[in-house]
């Protein structure tokens, strides 16, 4: 049998001699930085715990799959495009900078149990930016048209204008309710109802902004910089049933 020209007996005589080999880049970087603090309470018919975690999320790497200076979209980055590289050091999107949370479960009456959880984030970091796109005409300072031959080489770069970090959503709290009970109607087997309650406080944070600057118009609110696209899941009702 042959392959591709090569026979079996061709299989000692090949080398391996690569035309490119892929190396980490030095300067490339991604620090993060957590302290957790926890307490824990138990008592007769009642437990309590709480934590407290304090992050930090710096460097000059927005994502670790290949995403670009924005964190969203893939570009090539900044080792490879100079102009990425404006205010590309800073703090990281996806890091919450603080967060406090507050677990309570309890023994109800009518033999049932139940739960709070109350969660308070604050300092996810968030970056105007701007990616250059062939449909833009682009003029030098005495306002000529520059030729289109000097973009072309930077279409669909990413820029960022402001400082990496220099905006962050505002702080959320979200309380999650859980209530269950458990029944045994036959000896060998136990069955638990369960409800959840989430967003109990019916919180409309928003958790995704728009951040590029691209087609902005003063008559379309959803086109400007900083207009919601994501916001904190409504509240929303889960039941459940166990069967041991």
Known sequence: RTFGGYGLSDVAGLTFAPDLELRPIAAARRHYRQLTSALTAEFDGWRAEGSLTVAQ??????GVTGHGVAGTEFTAGPFVRPNEATNFDGPLPDA???EAKVWLTARLPL???GGLILTHILGERTTPNF???GRYRFTDSAGRSAPSELVRQVI???ILVEPRGSRHYASRSLLDVHLERTFTPRRTRQATLSVDLFNALGSRALIRVKTS???QALSDPA???GAPRERVA???IRLGLRID
């Not at 999320?57 to 927005?62: D, K, Q, T, Y």
Request: avoid cysteine; charged fraction near 25%; proline fraction near 4%.
């Open 213 to 215: 600057i691209d087609d």
């Open 96 to 98: 919450a900078e603080f």
């Open 57 to 62: 999320l710096r460097g000059n790497v927005a």
């Open 156 to 158: 669909g770069q990413t």
């Open 111 to 113: 033999g049932a149990r």
């Open 234 to 236: 409504p509240r929303s």
């Open 223 to 225: 086109s400007q910089l």
């Open 131 to 133: 990616t250059v796109e």
